[in-house]
């Protein structure tokens, strides 16, 4: 089951039966709106355009969705012996900036251990990322930015890749 379908559904249960909810009724409208944008933030494939003016709460979500990986833990099979593999928890970053000035989210890739662990294919991620990212439509409330993604290397000078995303009123 999607997690933002099940989310959506018990935020939806707790406002009543399937009767009261067809009533529409305008102190329940802000609960469903939240429940609709968290029901559709993680089905980016169907969706084609998403205005912040129109759906703010799914384009944040949808938005926070691709961020999220600062600091989360990514579970990851480390082969101990022939015959044992243990879990163990890597961070593939350990935060992300936002430059006001310019509109930029940075996020640097840099934990070379956790990458090597997780198997990270900086060009899959951006093509991932890229392809959910432009559903997002930007307005004046919500100003154009960008993402801009960086995979660090473990060579002396440090040496890095750059993808940047737009994030665009259309």
């Excluded at 990458?115 to 919500?142: M, N, P, W, Y």
Aim: include cysteine; charge should be positive.
């Amino acid at each position: 089951m999607d997690h933002g379908v099940v989310g959506a559904v018990n935020l939806l249960r707790t406002l009543g039966p399937p009767e009261k909810l067809r009533k529409n009724l305008p102190e329940d409208r802000p609960l469903m709106e939240a429940a609709r944008a968290i029901s559709v933030h993680n089905s980016k494939d169907y969706l084609k355009n998403v205005p912040f003016e129109d759906f703010p709460l799914a384009f944040l979500l949808i938005l926070a969705d691709e961020l999220q990986e600062w600091s989360r833990p990514v579970p990851v099979p480390v082969k101990d012996t022939y015959f044992t593999t243990t879990l163990e928890k890597v961070a593939l970053l350990d935060a992300i900036f936002y430059a006001r000035s310019n509109g930029l989210w940075d996020i640097p890739y840099a934990n070379i251990q956790a990458k090597k662990l997780a198997k990270f294919d900086f060009k899959r991620l951006c093509g991932d990322k890229a392809s959910v990212l432009k559903v997002l439509d930007c307005t004046e409330q919500f100003p154009e930015s960008d993402v801009q993604l960086r995979n660090i290397k473990a060579e002396k000078p440090r040496k890095e890749e750059t993808f940047t995303i737009q994030i665009k009123t259309r």
